[in-house]
Structure formats: C-alpha cells, structure tokens
C-alpha cells in the first residue's frame, strides 16, 4: 500500500523514529538523514514519510516536497563539508540498483579527484530510432 507505514521497512521505521538515525531535516512530508555507508563524507539521503517504493508512485504534492527538499538541501551538505559539486541519484528497482524498497534520494558530495567515477557505458542511436521512441513516449 502506498502511503501507509510499513511495519518491516526499515526507512518507514527511521522517518517515524523507531530506528535511530542521523537526522539532517525533517518537515511534515520529508526527512532526511546520512547513509551509514556513505560515497562521501556527507551522503545525505531524502525520503518521502511515506511509504512508497519506486518515484512515479509518489502522489504529486509529496513528490514536490521531496524535490524541494533535496533542492534546499544539497548546498547545505556541500557546505558543510567543503564539497564543490554533487549528483542526485534515485534508485528505481532492483535492476537499477534500488535495494531498499522505500523511495529514497541521495546527495552525494563531488569534488575534483575524489575516484567515485559517474561515467556508465553510452550506447548509439540512430536518428530514425530517436524519433520512433520519442512519438511513442510522448503518445499520452
Ligand atoms: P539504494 O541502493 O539506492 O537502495 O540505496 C540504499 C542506501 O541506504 C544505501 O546507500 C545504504 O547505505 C543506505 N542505508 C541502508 N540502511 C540504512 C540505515 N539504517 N541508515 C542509513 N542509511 C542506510
Ligand atoms: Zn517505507
């Protein structure tokens, strides 16, 4: 069920208080707190109190406030820990590396030379093909 607190899911279980957890915000809709294993010294990930697992479940006034918070958020997990730059990165399913099933953004913190890396293997497209899918994607 979307919405509804799911008594096993552990970032249900964090965003109400049960599991303990390094709060860096938290509103009505929202709470946000750093992953305890992180890509960089500061990795912040942003969470909907409610349960949903993937985005495009979300309803659209709480996707609004999880983009707003990821958007206020982000200059202040680079400030604080003298970063330059970030990526956004949400997870959608286990093929795309979804592991926990509670829709979740991170913040992770860039800077020149850290290795992480963020390059994934372009593939080609033939001009023919971009129109076909593009119709198709648009078709409502
Ligand atoms: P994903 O692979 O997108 O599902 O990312 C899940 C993230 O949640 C990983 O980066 C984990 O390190 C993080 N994580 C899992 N359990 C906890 C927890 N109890 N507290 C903080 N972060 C967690
Ligand atoms: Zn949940």
Same mark, same amino acid.
């Given at each position: 069920?979307?919405?509804?607190?799911?008594?096993?899911? *552990?970032?249900? /279980?964090?965003?109400?208080?049960?599991?303990?957890?390094?709060? *860096?915000?938290?509103?009505?809709?929202?709470?946000?707190? !750093?992953?305890?294993? #992180?890509?960089?010294?500061?990795?912040?990930?942003?969470? #909907?109190?409610?349960?949903?697992?993937?985005?495009?479940?979300?309803?659209?006034?709480?996707?609004?406030?999880?983009?707003?918070?990821?958007?206020? !958020?982000?200059?202040?997990?680079?400030?604080?820990?003298?970063?330059?730059? %970030? =990526?956004?990165?949400? =997870? =959608?399913?286990?093929?795309?590396?979804?592991? *926990?099933?509670?829709?979740?953004?991170?913040?992770?913190? /860039?800077?020149?030379?850290?290795?992480?890396? %963020?390059?994934? =293997?372009?593939?080609?497209?033939? #001009?023919?093909?971009?129109?076909?899918?593009?119709?198709?994607?648009?078709?409502?």
């Amino acid at each position: 069920v979307a919405g509804a607190a799911q008594p096993d899911c *552990v970032f249900c /279980r964090i965003a109400a208080g049960q599991i303990p957890s390094s709060r *860096v915000y938290e509103d009505d809709r929202v709470f946000a707190f !750093l992953d305890i294993s #992180p890509l960089a010294r500061g990795h912040t990930l942003v969470i #909907p109190k409610s349960h949903a697992v993937r985005f495009d479940e979300l309803d659209a006034d709480t996707a609004a406030a999880l983009a707003e918070a990821v958007r206020q !958020l982000a200059p202040r997990v680079i400030t604080a820990v003298g970063g330059d730059d %970030y =990526n956004i990165l949400n =997870n =959608n399913g286990a093929s795309a590396g979804q592991v *926990v099933r509670h829709v979740h953004v991170h913040i992770i913190p /860039r800077r020149e030379g850290d290795g992480l890396g %963020y390059r994934w =293997n372009a593939g080609k497209a033939t #001009p023919e093909e971009l129109a076909d899918l593009a119709a198709r994607i648009a078709k409502p």
